[in-house]
């Protein structure tokens, strides 16, 4: 269970850093280029 509660405090401090939010954001940007194209 241990590993469990690491994987937990590994992304609750990844979301904390503001590393996630700017994942999903490049994710988004590449989506909207994506569309962009003919």
Same mark, same amino acid.
Not at 11 to 25: D, Y
């Given at each position: 269970? $241990? *590993?469990? $509660?690491? *994987? $937990?405090?590994?992304?609750? !401090?990844?979301?904390? $850093?503001? /590393?996630? %939010?700017?994942? /999903? !954001? =490049?994710?988004?940007?590449?989506? !909207?280029?994506?569309? =962009?194209? %003919?």
């Amino acid at each position: 269970m $241990s *590993d469990l $509660s690491g *994987d $937990s405090e590994t992304t609750f !401090a990844m979301v904390r $850093s503001g /590393i996630l %939010p700017f994942e /999903i !954001a =490049r994710y988004s940007v590449l989506c !909207a280029l994506t569309l =962009r194209l %003919p």
